[in-house]
């Protein structure tokens, strides 16, 4: 294992800032002397895109390429138009760097917040396709602005992208106590796509005998998210699915303000990218009051992915102790939570 | 207005028989005595489609379009592949019948369980579109069945068919107490067909200058469907991202047991279908143990569309006195719900 991380930072837009400097603080302080950590900061965002009109260039995404992982705040003003900067950045970065597994575990700890009566068990990790689905881009408009107006999205799928990411998400079941892999899609409407995942779901599975599996449409797995959260283990999904399903999952196991997620290159081909599910919030920005508990998850995310497993179990479990406390610890500043991670993982 | 109703009845699947004999009831209880009922009982489904390998001909679509509306159970069964029934019936006729206005109301009544904390007000209708995006059918597989398969689904959306159902929801809002308007997409990721459905929804906007709007994400839109679900009034969005959070928005306002949809046709060109959100659930069929109120608030949504306003909402007080009693009046079966709408109405 490599003793020094080079990792490339982006605070981003609104309450980014705020957020993965707590992160960074964090990950200081649980990382054992001998390693040396390295950072440079990027200026990706709103305000670059003001300044020169870009989102990512090629020579961004080289210098990019020489990290051993990304952290990123949050990209998202609303001074820019919608689509600009999560097509022109997030998008196309998760795109560059082959980021297919986009990870997302939800887990709702004694005593915090839950919008569902009864505080149910959560504990299970929603692995997103990332690189395909109706994230790709294609599609166009014909006769644009016209009453006659057409506009295609086009959802690719393919063996190759769907097979990988299938199998990804096997081995983590297989790694779990429950070992329970649920395939949610919507294949009684698409049917093309739905055929393809399931066929593929189906055939992957017979390598993990261990692995129980079942099937649900992406509209009832809604369903179960608020009424029966503990029937799930681990999820594999379509990119658009994860991202509606992972946004419930996090409001239902302590809000978006607690969770985190991977955009992972499995192969290390190129760095993989961590980041708060939540976004810029420009309406808290600048006034300390941001959760940097989602970026300080992620962090433990990219430790282990890093291979630091230690390191990123000491976080996870300073989080969890944090939020249990948290109801009689009163109203913190953002750095205020982030002083109590960082003095409880250094500890 | 007509005084008689000639209604097509399609029991289908499952539990549909049952859900569908209390509507039936419900609907003869609550009608005058000079309208006069007419129902003939088609065979759809599963049955059928084993029999005779048929799903919906253009001889059932012919005869189906004599009638003034048509009141459907449920289609579905494990024993035909996924897709067959969906595709070949259910979204058939949608289409076939141009069923573009999916109307679906949740409203949590007092006393009524739900799986959020604290009894939330929630009071709302999703319009959702039901003839384009990615329920059209569009696309395909290459290769299929090898490892270089490449499967594709195309949404297909029209400024034509937008516009249509964008104004159809904004005449809803306007008809409401707080004339409030939400379109849900992902306009920023999807910024083909978002930025028709943004663009037409700010222009239709200007031609109802009391109607409040905003606009949420899909992804955002599950969260506030279970931390914040007074906030919605009327919802108007696209065919899939409607199928997706109307499930959640029964499963939070009384479970899918009560949450009734109309598949309409507001200009009447073709007969416009009531259904209940749920599925056949073959588990449960033939014990009398399905909850029929679903079905019979979809009856209430049918009785509005053919201008039986009066009729309609005895229906709902029915419902509503019948739910918030529940709780105290002990488990009961499918026809013994019937039995009480059925007295209620006619009382
Ligand atoms: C900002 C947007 C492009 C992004 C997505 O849709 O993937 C976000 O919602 C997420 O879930 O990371
Ligand atoms: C059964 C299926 C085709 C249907 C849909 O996806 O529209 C159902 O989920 C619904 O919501 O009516």
């Known amino acids: ?14 309450i980014g800032q705020e957020v993965v ?24 965002g709103a305000k670059r895109y003001h300044a020169t009109g870009e989102t990512l260039t090629d020579a961004d ?14 990209i998202g003003d609303p001074s820019v138009p919608s689509g600009v900067l999560e097509r022109g950045f997030l998008l196309k970065l998760r795109f560059a760097f082959d980021h297919h597994v986009n990870l997302r575990p939800s887990k709702l700890l004694p005593g915090v917040a839950t919008p569902l ?45 769907v097979e990988r990411v299938v199998r990804d998400a096997f081995a983590r079941a297989q790694a779990r106590p429950r070992k ?15 055929h393809l995942w399931t066929n593929i779901f189906n055939q992957v599975a017979k390598e993990f005998p261990e692995v129980t599996t079942d099937y649900i449409h992406v509209d009832a797995a809604t369903i179960y998210l608020v009424t029966d959260p503990a029937r799930f283990d681990v999820i594999v999904t379509d990119n658009l699915f994860g991202d509606i399903i992972t946004d419930l999952a996090a ?51 990219l430790l282990r992915h890093l291979g630091y497993d230690g390191e990123a179990e000491r976080i996870d479990t300073a989080v969890a102790a944090d939020l249990t406390e948290r109801a009689s610890l009163g109203t913190r500043s953002t750095s205020q939570i982030g002083d109590a991670l960082a003095s409880r993982v250094a500890g």
């Open 117 to 161: 009566a009864g505080q149910p068990e959560i504990d299970f990790v929603v692995v997103r396709e990332g690189t395909e689905g109706p994230y790709t881009g294609n599609g166009g408009t014909i006769r644009t602005g016209t009453e006659h107006e057409v506009a295609t999205e086009v959802s690719v799928n393919t063996a190759y992208g």
């Open 251 to 301: 409001a239902v196991s302590g809000g978006i303000g607690v969770a985190a997620s991977g955009n992972i290159n499995p192969g290390r081909a190129f760095p993989s990218m961590f980041e708060p599910v939540h976004g810029s919030a420009p309406d808290i920005a600048g006034q300390g009051k941001a959760d940097p508990t989602a970026t300080v998850l992620s962090v433990a995310l």
């Open 21 to 44: 400097a707590e992160g960074l603080k964090v990950l200081s302080a649980v990382l054992p002397q001998d390693v040396k950590l390295e950072t440079k900061e990027y200026d990706f």
């Open 1 to 14: 294992m490599s003793r020094s991380i080079n990792l490339a930072v982006i605070p981003g837009d609104g």
């Open 61 to 74: 995404l080289a210098a990019l390429k020489q990290h051993d992982a990304i952290l990123l705040g949050a």
């Open 180 to 194: 329970k892999l649920t395939l949610v899609h919507k294949n009684n409407v698409l049917t093309f796509a739905g």
